[in-house]
């Protein structure tokens, strides 16, 4: 695989959580907008870089230089290089390189970037230059090729495990998908090849799914926010809940039912666990597992016990987890460290009720001042409220990385806009 670079220069622009379903803060009394956000007081954000495409998850190296994954882009590189010479929070050089069918996943490990397509994992050596000079390397392919929930986002443990998302080519595994009234196919064949975590050996190259990875997780619809906490030495993952309760089985579920129904399941992962799909969804309003209609549920039979995890948060429901991380800095104030801010891109599907989401949100660490809670952290990206349609939105959140001085960076896929939020109070 060869790639051509092409430079620009500008001058602006846990932890153990909690078995507890959070409180979402609609609106702090501290809140203050700054670079067009709504941030808790003493937070401030520049727009670090803005025009720069679709951009999915990012990364941030030690010495400051952040790299982005750019989904389908049409120029040259898809991957990008910035960074900030003279440390004002904004960036001043630009340098994309890579292939052009980059996806969403991205992480530095031991002195490589990693990245994703929608079908494999490649590697490119890092060098002391902004762009890397080396060409990829494949890490792991023979993902199935499909066109629905292909991001496949990465993480790496402590001993060099690379663990690898492989997303369902469906909604909840019917016979015909997205028709109403379409049984299940019980057991769902989906599940073989995706629906679940891959675990493979970081450091080898020319890997294959099915050859060479261990399947580490299984029952999961979609996972784009995937991440490990090295302060726990635990995997976790916030999962996308499936659709259309209501139109498929209108027998049994609400257009309110399809609102609210199911949560976006914020989970722990170790291996061999089993998180439900497609054979139930996780309700946010009772706290309980439930057995989807095309398995036989009927909206009020209960999953048999201790056959699948229940989440360590549920969410409200189609608020489009697409990353998470781990507060490590030193920046943030006490309550912040340990805790997870995971990025919500925003809900399609909560029509005639306003969609949700469209921001950045706080999980405290558990023995926190805020335990059992959730709040937004940042918010504002939309640019518009309420929001009716995604397609108002002018932003949504998609990526997290901590700089090494501890601030937070946001990306974002529709405006192809990138925030830096620091502290700057007492």
Not at 81 to 109: E, K, M, Q, S, W
Request: proline fraction near 6%; hydrophobic fraction near 35%; include cysteine.
């Amino acid at each position: 695989m060869r790639f051509t670079v092409r430079s620009i220069s500008i001058s602006s622009l846990a932890i153990s959580l909690i078995l507890l379903q959070g409180c979402a803060d609609e609106g702090s009394e501290t809140s203050e907008s700054t670079a067009g956000l709504l941030l808790p007081e003493g937070f401030s954000a520049t727009v670090f870089a803005d025009n720069v495409g679709r951009a999915r998850h990012i990364a941030v190296r030690e010495n400051g230089d952040v790299y982005v994954a750019l989904r389908n882009t049409d120029d040259p590189g898809g991957l990008l290089a910035l960074r900030d010479n003279d440390g004002d929070g904004i960036v001043d050089v630009r340098l994309a390189f890579g292939p052009t069918d980059v996806d969403t996943g991205l992480v530095i490990h031991e002195g490589s970037l990693y990245f994703s397509t929608s079908s494999a994992i490649y590697a490119i050596k890092l060098d002391d230059g902004l762009a890397p000079k080396a060409q990829p390397e494949l890490v792991v392919g023979g993902f199935p090729e499909q066109t629905s929930h292909t991001a496949k986002p990465i993480t790496f443990d402590a001993e060099g495990y690379l663990y690898v998302n492989s997303g369902t080519p469906s909604n909840a595994c019917q016979e015909q998908t997205r028709t109403a009234g379409s049984p299940g196919m019980r057991p769902c064949p989906q599940l073989e090849r995706s629906g679940g975590i891959w675990r493979f050996i970081g450091e080898y190259r020319g890997q294959d799914q099915l050859n060479d990875g261990m399947r580490f997780s299984t029952g999961s619809r979609q996972i784009v926010a995937l991440e490990y906490n090295s302060q726990d030495s635990q995997l976790y993952m916030v999962m996308h809940g499936r659709d259309q309760l209501d139109e498929l089985w209108p027998e049994f579920y609400t257009e309110r039912d399809r609102i609210e129904l199911p949560a976006e399941e914020f989970h722990s992962v170790n291996q061999g666990d089993d998180f439900g799909w497609p054979y139930t969804y996780w309700d946010p309003l009772t706290n309980q597992r439930m057995v989807s209609p095309e398995f036989g549920g009927a909206g009020e039979t209960i999953a048999e016990a201790g056959r699948y995890k229940h989440p360590l948060v549920g969410f409200p429901a189609h608020y489009a987890p697409n990353d998470l991380v781990f507060y490590s800095g030193e920046q943030f104030p006490d309550r912040y460290h340990e805790g997870a801010f995971i990025a919500f891109h925003g809900s399609w599907n909560r029509a005639p009720a306003e969609q949700g989401g469209y921001n950045v949100v706080f999980v405290p660490r558990r023995n926190s001042p805020a335990e059992g809670e959730w709040e937004v952290f940042a918010d504002g990206f939309a640019g518009t409220n309420p929001v009716t349609s995604p397609n108002d939105a002018q932003h949504r959140p998609t990526g997290l990385a901590l700089g090494p001085d501890g601030s937070l960076y946001v990306s974002d896929d529709v405006g192809g806009r990138i925030w830096k939020i620091s502290y700057t109070g007492d």
